[in-house]
Structures are given as C-alpha cells and as structure tokens.
C-alpha cells in the first residue's frame, strides 16, 4: 500500500494569533470560511482542498517550510486586489517558464506570520 491514489484533504497554516489569521485569510485572501473551533482552528476551503488555520499548543513552535501556492486564472487581477488589500509581494507576476502550450506566471508573498505563499498562473499561449 502506498499514497499513489491520495489526494491532499488538508492543509495546515500555522498561525501565532487566531484572529488575524482568520482575518487574513477569510477578509484578505477572500478564501470560503468553513467553521471555526476557537481558540485554536479555523478551517477554509481552496477548491478541493481544506485549509486549517491554527495555532499551535503552548511550546510547540511552527515548522514553516513548504510553501502553498494558490492557482488562479488572472494572477495580474488577483495581485492588484491582493496589493489593494495591503498584502506585500516579493515582486510583481513575473514569468516563470515558457511552454508551446503555455506560461506559467508566479508572484510570491507571505501571510503575517512569515508562511510562503505564492500566486501562480498558467496561461495558455
């Protein structure tokens, strides 16, 4: 038996402070709320994927490493409303890779608590 067939159900972002995370994400990333178990987990959905916002138990400290990128299909107009929002990207869309298909686009940020996110798009030539 192996994960050959899985899929990721869910994710989990780590957060210091359990209301500006829900803010961030709900408000600023405008990801669907799902349910909240305060004072610890708030769950969001991203297309098939459920996101947890939490914080994590006293002593425990977070492991931010992989980065979560967000596939959308006009990552010029999800960036101007993200800026508009106030959310501070390394640098603007920028292109990444060239196929005879497509290009893919990415513009990376981070959330308040320092986690890598990132916007990308596939644009078909």
Not at 25 to 33: K, M, W
Not at 52 to 72: D, E, H, K, M, T
Request: with cysteine.
């Amino acid at each position: 038996m192996n994960l050959a067939q899985a899929t990721v159900g869910q994710l989990m972002i780590p957060v210091d402070d359990f209301d500006s995370g829900v803010a961030f994400y709900r408000d600023v990333l405008g990801l669907p709320f799902l349910f909240a178990a305060p004072p610890q987990m708030a769950f969001f959905m991203c297309g098939a994927v459920r996101l947890l916002v939490g914080v994590l138990p006293p002593g425990q400290s977070a492991q931010r490493g992989s980065a979560i990128y967000f596939s959308v299909p006009d990552i010029h107009a999800v960036h101007a409303g993200l800026v508009a929002k106030g959310v501070a990207f390394a640098a603007a869309p920028h292109l990444v890779q060239r196929s005879a298909q497509s290009e893919l686009w990415l513009a990376q940020f981070t959330d308040p608590d320092g986690n890598q996110l990132a916007l990308m798009s596939e644009v078909p030539l």
